[in-house]
């Protein structure tokens, strides 16, 4: 279920969102905590998540700057907009909506 | 370490992203792929391992695609189709040409409509002219098969151009004997009639035709119907009339019940019995009648002048048009014609002893005596519309070239592709030829605006010829669009098209134009300065010459002078009624304060026709049409000193010279050398003809010009309105003041004295002599608008390769002065180059206006093919322009910041 691309699709904003909740972070970081954090089971290829990124950044959600660190070549770190942070509210909610009809729906909650 | 950014570049390749969107992405995605690598590596994974591992990122590059935003992808048109070697089919090329054309129009808008304006200017010129050229030369005549049509007349062995009418007998005979025409029918010259309405009288233009006159021509009623040959039975002719289409328009506002309608011509009821078709106006090339009336009624409406039109063969009365029988040539028809001629005058010596009869294409006497000068003005104006147009031609060409500098590269690299030349040249031409289709449609509005022009300065009388954008002329338009798009075209495109591959692909972005490059544009450059000094330096000509023309003595004084046609015969007056009115007029008239003197005389100035068979006692008689052809011209007493011609020798007419007295007449220093060179005139005798008796020659007038303006000199004679009278006079008036002011008190004192009679023809000296040069003056206007079309054309054209040739510069303006080259360094630097082409193309200019000049000679008065005035003059305004348009990119070039300019370069 994990690798199911239609599953991916839709709470791939989500979890880019979530991510830049806290900090901006680049391209990379993204992918590589969503990949640790789902214990390995959640992969972005390259392919997928910089046009994922692109579209958020033109729906005006996250906005990315190329910063230059010394000693590093630069990287484009990616932040949350106060529209993004707004967007990630309404997915976070309709998340929890969406996972607590499942859940109804199945009888998980109770069983 | 793996190049990623090398990597990633040649997999996203395919995507077609913008540069910028190409740019940003390879560098995420290959910082993103090294950091991968790094801790693939640092996980434990082998060097192969992780690179294997890394590059199965990019695995799916088409979820790339399909994530990526439109705005950041190329257009899917490529801007220039690569390569294009093999071409599919003829209408694939040329549609994918097109759009390519229609791209580099929308791409560079600025550019597509100065040149799409630049030709539609010389297109337009051109349309016009051929629309005139059309309209008046070219198929003048709407009727069925005009090149069967011929013209039928009589010469003179002295002046065998000269095209005369033919006697009515005469006619009938020609009609009745010749085997070579299936039609042959006549048409007297146009005769003013008087209209008499209730509210006042008007004149009404009439040619009185045979009844085949329809019929022979292939003409029929726009309305109504025409009459045929019924017409000319003997008896009493039916009165009846065909109406112009543009009278009927015009003056009768197109009423329905026109037909049927009765008008009271010269105390005549003529009923109108149709209309002629719309635009037909007889054979004539510029003004037909009101009206056409058949021969038959010509005693009757006009008794005195045409007692004897049906009997007298010396009579000169109808021209012949004849439709020549199918197989049969000119040729042969001038032969049986004149076989004719030649059996006529031997059965009618008297009167038709030495005549010949010609038979000539109907072009020749479309315009009269001036049918040859029509079509060779018709030429000649073609040819300035088509200078027009080659300088039209040079700019776009120039244009292209200097824009084909920044495509050289696209071309090489197509080049090296594969694309062959002949494919490169199409498609350039292509897109010039869509250029010239555009500026084409511009040409034909401006054609449209330009006879709209023309036709609204011609009186509203319905009679003139219309002009006719008909399908010939939007032919011609098509046509002259493509041949134009193709001759702007084919230079720019063979040059660049010629680009060595690999010398443009290094050196394009960076050197600017080719020497060859500049080779062409500057020969093009001079060569339109050349034109248009052509064209101004032949306006100029004939400005001065116009000039020139005005300053000729006529002979007579034309200013305050007015001059008013009456015709009282036309008004029912009989013989004593009409003297009566004549001396009751100048009386009344030279009561009016402001008037000095007023006097009768049968002619016009500079409207008087020679007439053939003046007899001079002692002389062997002439026949009617050899060179004895002499204006002969009834005058008043006081003729002499109100229209200023000076009596040399000899009497004025006086009141001893009555009917009954001795017949005398005046002749003019002419005549006088001609028949009595180094002897005195006075005191011999004449005969005129149409006259018994001799008449005593009592004085000896100056020569004037009396057909005209700057006539060579003609033989006159004048006789005592006492001893001729005639039913037809014109009034002449010399006023104190302005002759325009004293048109209504003089109207006002004619129309005391004879109510019924008709006033017309009211022209000032100034006037008359403003119409004998109308020709002339409309030739200069034309001119002058065309010449100064090239220059301003020409002038663009300067200014367009000065400035690109400075912005080409830069470089090499900003080094020379921060060597130290001043301001003035610089701008002299640049005027100097442009006005030394300018200069060349002035001398290619001048020779080439020696020779135009010398073809032109006979529209010319009084200047030479170099007047030095034409010339000086041409050459200092088109240098006056040139120097403009050559200073203002110089001063840009002065403008250039050094260092601005070298660090660009």
Sequence with gaps: MAQDPEWKKGSAELLVLSLLEDQPRHGYDISKLIHIRSGGALRFHVTSLYPLLHRLEKNGWIVGRWVEKAEQRRRRYYSLTPRGREALRAKQQSWKDFVALINRVTGLEHG | ?905
Excluded at chain 2, 706 to 712: C, F, K, Q, V
Aim: aromatic share 6%; with cysteine; hydrophobic share 45%.
């Design chain 2, 1 to 905: 370490m793996v190049d990623w950014r090398q990597v990633v570049r040649t997999r996203l390749a395919d995507l077609r992203l913008t540069p910028s969107t190409e740019s940003e992405l390879t560098e995420e995605l290959a910082q993103h792929l090294e950091d991968l690598e790094r801790d693939l590596q640092s996980g434990g994974a082998t060097r192969a391992e992780a690179y294997r591992e890394t590059l199965s990122e990019l695995d799916d590059i088409y979820e790339l695609r399909a994530g990526v935003d439109r705005s950041q992808c190329m257009t899917k048109h490529e801007a220039v189709p690569v390569g294009d070697a093999t071409s599919r089919s003829f209408f694939d090329d040329l549609q994918r040409d097109l759009r390519y054309a229609g791209r580099s129009m929308r791409t560079n808008p600025v550019f597509a409509l100065i040149v799409v304006a630049t030709l539609g200017l010389g297109i337009g010129a051109n349309t016009t002219v051929f629309t005139l050229l059309n309209t008046l030369i070219l198929s003048p005549m709407p009727v069925s098969a005009p090149s069967e049509l011929v013209a039928v007349a009589s010469t003179g062995t002295a002046q065998p151009n000269t095209l005369m009418p033919l006697s009515y007998p005469n006619f009938t005979d020609y009609q009745n004997q010749n085997s070579v025409f299936s039609g042959l029918a006549g048409y007297a010259r146009m005769r003013a009639l008087t209209w008499q309405t209730r509210a006042a009288s008007q004149p009404l233009l009439t040619e009185f035709v045979t009844g085949n006159y329809f019929p022979t021509l292939g003409v029929g009623a726009a309305t109504g119907r025409t009459f045929g040959p019924e017409a000319d039975a003997p008896g009493d002719p039916q009165a009846v009339a065909v109406m112009n289409y543009g009278t009927w328009q015009a003056r009768f506002g197109g009423a329905a019940d026109v037909v049927g309608q009765q008008l009271h011509l010269n105390n005549v009821v003529v009923t109108v019995i149709g209309v002629a078709p719309q635009g037909f106006i007889g054979v004539n090339g510029l003004v037909g009648p009101d009206l056409w009336l058949p021969f038959a009624m010509v005693e009757r409406l006009l008794p005195s002048e045409m007692r004897t039109a049906a009997s007298d063969r010396s009579k000169p009365l109808l021209q012949g048009v004849g439709r020549i029988k199918a197989g049969v040539t000119i040729a042969q028809a001038r032969a049986n014609v004149s076989a004719l001629a030649a059996t006529l005058a031997r059965e009618y010596p008297d009167a038709n002893e030495g005549e010949t009869v010609t038979v000539r294409p109907i072009a020749d006497v479309l315009f009269g005596g001036g049918s040859k000068m029509v079509r060779f003005a018709g030429v000649v104006l073609a040819m300035v519309a088509g200078v027009v147009l080659l300088i039209a031609c040079s700019n776009v060409a120039n244009l292209l070239l200097a824009r084909s500098a920044a495509r050289q590269q696209e071309m090489a690299v197509r080049v090296a592709l594969g694309a062959s030349r002949a494919r490169l040249v199409r498609q350039l031409l292509t897109e010039s030829v869509c250029l010239g289709l555009l500026g084409g449609s511009v040409g034909l509005l401006l054609a449209y605006f330009g006879m709209q022009l023309l036709a609204g300065s011609l009186p509203a009388t319905g009679t003139f010829t219309t002009s006719r954008l008909d399908g010939t002329v939007l032919l011609f338009a098509l046509l002259i669009s493509v041949a134009t798009g193709f001759v702007f075209g084919t230079i720019p495109a063979l040059s660049v098209s010629r680009a060595g591959v690999s010398g443009a692909l290094k050196e394009a972005r960076t050197a600017g134009r080719s020497a060859r490059k500049v080779t062409v544009a500057n020969s093009l450059l001079v060569g339109q300065v050349a034109l248009s000094f052509l064209l101004l330096v032949t306006a100029a000509l004939f400005l001065r010459s116009i000039q020139q023309a005005y300053d000729i003595d006529p002979g007579f004084k034309a200013d305050h002078l007015v001059v008013f046609i009456t015709n009282p015969g036309q008004a029912g007056y009989e013989d004593p009624q009409t003297m009566a009115f004549y001396q009751d007029v100048a009386e009344r008239v030279a009561r009016l304060p402001e008037v000095e003197s007023a006097a009768w005389a049968s002619n016009m100035p500079l409207f008087a026709r020679p007439v053939g068979g003046l007899q001079v006692e002692g002389r062997p008689r002439q026949s009617p049409t050899d060179s004895s052809i002499t204006i002969v011209n009834t005058v008043s007493r006081g003729y002499f000193q109100t229209s200023g011609v000076v009596i040399e020798k000899g009497r004025e007419f006086a009141e001893l010279d009555r009917p009954t007295s001795l017949p005398v007449a005046i002749v003019n220093e002419k005549l006088a050398q001609d028949y009595w060179p180094g002897d005195d005139a006075l005191g011999k005798r004449v005969r005129v003809p149409g006259e018994q008796e001799m008449r005593e020659i009592i004085g000896v007038a100056r020569t004037a010009n009396y057909s005209a303006w700057g006539e060579p000199p003609q033989r006159c004679v004048y006789l005592p309105l006492e001893q001729n009278h005639l039913p037809a006079m014109t009034l002449y008036v010399r006023t104190k003041g302005d002759p325009a002011q004293m048109v209504s008190a003089v109207e006002r004192a004619i129309s005391a004295a004879g109510p019924q009679v008709l006033v017309s023809g009211i022209r000032t000296g100034q006037q008359v002599i403003d119409g004998s040069l109308f020709q002339a003056r409309i030739g200069v206007a034309l001119l002058s608008v065309f010449g100064l079309l090239a220059l301003g054309l020409a002038s663009i054209g300067l200014y367009g390769i000065l400035a690109y040739t400075v912005s080409q510069r830069q470089r090499e303006i900003g080094l020379r002065m921060a060597l130290g080259a001043s301001h003035p360094n610089v701008l002299r630097m640049i005027v100097k180059e442009g006005m030394s082409l300018v200069a060349i193309g002035v001398v290619i200019g001048f020779a080439a206006a020696l020779l135009a000049g010398r073809l032109l000679s006979r529209m010319l008065y009084g200047v030479g093919a170099a007047d030095p005035v034409s010339v000086a003059g041409a050459a200092l305004v088109l240098g006056g322009v040139a120097l403009l348009a050559c200073y203002l990119p110089a001063r840009w070039a002065t403008r250039v910041d050094p260092l601005v300019a070298l660090r660009q370069g």
